[in-house]
T-cell receptor, first 114, second 109 residues
């Protein structure tokens, strides 16, 4: 089954404790992206990747890191989480950034930073 | 700056028709998407418009006017399962998606 998976689905952590949210897709998509979704603000892009070893900042990259060592994986790293990073996070992938290409979303990771 | 505007919330009756509007101001335009998102779930793709006009897909249709920076999503024969948030997103000149905050649609019996 074609899908985007994220782990963990739920995470409660404390300020400053490094964490990684994994994202994996099995559709051989070049383009992958991380979003956070907060009430009233809609989806905001954190980082995106056009292909392996190519990553770029989105609208809200501060406090986050990503890597793209393999085509299928795009982990999101919070080196020192803070309470303002409490949010719902989605990973998404698509065939390429251009033309008609819908984004497929993972199930989401709900993160709470205390 | 770039901006997508949608109503925050709408209410409609089961079996009726509802139109959700989206206006946008972006740096360039390379297509407009509509996604559906049920509470606590991931967004799922509904429609894509890049040329002016109406795209119909079953009970759902999407319209685009590039000159007016305007789109709408039309839902016919509303069902209770259509209760969800509807997200409008525009791809800008850098091929990045700019998202609206979403419209929460409440369907009443």
């Amino acid at each position: 089954e074609a899908q985007v998976t994220q782990n963990p689905r739920y995470l409660i952590t404390v300020t400053g404790k490094k964490l990684t949210v994994t994202c994996s897709q099995n559709m051989n998509h070049e383009y992958m992206s991380w979003y956070r979704q907060d009430p009233g603000l809609g989806l905001r892009q954190i980082y995106y990747s056009m292909n392996v070893e190519v990553t770029d900042k989105g609208d809200v990259p501060e406090g986050y890191k990503v890597s793209r060592k393999e085509k299928r994986n795009f982990p999101l790293i919070l080196e020192s989480p803070s309470p303002n990073q409490t949010s719902l996070y989605f990973c998404a992938s698509s065939d390429s950034a251009g033309d008609y290409n819908e984004q497929f979303f993972g199930p989401g990771t709900r993160l709470t930073v205390l | 700056g770039q901006n997508i505007d949608q109503p925050t919330e709408m209410t409609a009756t089961e079996g009726a028709i509802v139109q959700i509007n989206c206006t946008y101001q972006t740096s360039g335009f390379n297509g407009l998407f509509w996604y559906q998102q049920h509470a606590g779930e991931a967004p799922t793709f509904l429609s894509y418009n890049v040329l002016d006009g109406l795209e119909e897909k079953g009970r759902f249709s999407s319209f685009l006017s590039r000159s007016k920076g305007y789109s709408y999503l039309l839902l016919k024969e509303l069902q209770m399962k259509d209760s969800a948030s509807y997200l409008c997103a525009v791809r800008d000149s850098n091929y990045q998606l700019i998202w609206g905050a979403g419209t929460k649609l409440i369907i009443k019996p």
